[in-house]
């Protein structure tokens, strides 16, 4: 019969048990970094389709309405600071919920806390 520490995966420090814990954690973390890889590519062919999207989009734009580049720039600058940081990206940061004034990652549709829901722009990730 197994010793109580055993039932629960724990044998010690060292001997057999430890280098098959190694080993399946070796395999854990093998299959998590692939795992990881795919997920990485599959993202970079979206936005790679994305940008494409955007740039044939623009240049119709343009093509189209006399609008130039100087436009589309001031207009990415004019949205870049709208978070208040110009850094290329118009993500907002951690804020605080209008309902009980916990904060919150921007990510959440709804607070977590009071459920909450937010109005958040199309365009944030
Ligand atoms: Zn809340």
């Not at 990485?40 to 044939?56: F, G, N, P, R, W």
């Not at 290329?88 to 919150?104: A, D, I, V, Y």
């Amino acid at each position: 019969m197994p010793s109580l520490f055993g039932m629960y995966g724990y044998e010690g420090f060292g001997g057999r048990n430890a280098e098959i814990g190694a080993a399946a954690d070796a395999q854990r973390a093998s299959t998590q970094a692939r795992d990881a890889e795919q997920r990485v590519k599959a993202l970079e062919e979206s936005l790679a389709k994305t940008l494409l999207i955007c740039e044939a989009m623009w240049e119709i734009l343009r093509d189209h309405s006399g609008i130039d580049n100087e436009v589309l720039f001031e207009k990415l600058r004019e949205i870049d600071l709208r978070d208040g940081v110009l850094d290329g990206k118009n993500q907002s940061k951690p804020t605080e919920c209008p309902s009980c004034q916990r904060r919150l990652s921007n990510r959440h549709a709804r607070c977590l806390y009071c459920g909450h829901t937010f109005a958040k722009s199309t365009f944030e990730l």
